[in-house]
């Protein structure tokens, strides 16, 4: 049974820090192309950052300098290091899955709140 678990969110004051974390489990976790999206209130779902499983990292320019992405293959997890974080960061966050071509296939969390609020 494939499981994703995100953990870690919360409430943070501007300019704080959170490090939210994605267990895996019932899939190779080492094969799979590993995603953090978000989704604010009235929004729509966006791509936060990306790690393939070669380790190339990549960002959406609204949190570059600011967010890490990070695997560790051995403990079949994933890391979202939130740095600076600002009111706008506010969303829930969600880990998503991406198999191997030419295999389409595609897994998600259940999602983690984090709100960013004085």
């Known amino acids: 049974q494939v499981q994703l678990v995100e953990s870690g969110g919360g409430l943070v004051q501007p300019g704080g820090s959170l490090r939210l974390s994605c267990a895996a489990s019932?899939?190779?976790?080492?094969?799979?192309?590993m995603n953090w999206y978000r989704q604010a209130p009235g929004k729509e779902r966006e791509l936060v950052a990306a790690i393939t499983r070669t380790g190339s990292r990549s960002y959406v320019d609204s949190v570059k300098g600011r967010f890490t992405i990070s695997r560790d293959n051995a403990k079949n997890t994933m890391y979202l290091q939130m740095n600076s974080l600002k009111p706008e960061d506010t969303a829930v966050y969600y880990c998503?899955?991406?198999?191997?071509?030419?295999?389409?296939?595609?897994?998600w969390g259940q999602g983690t709140q984090v709100t960013v609020s004085s």
């Open positions: 019932g899939f190779t976790f080492s094969s799979y192309r």
């Open positions: 998503k899955a991406d198999s191997p071509s030419p295999i389409v296939l595609a897994y």
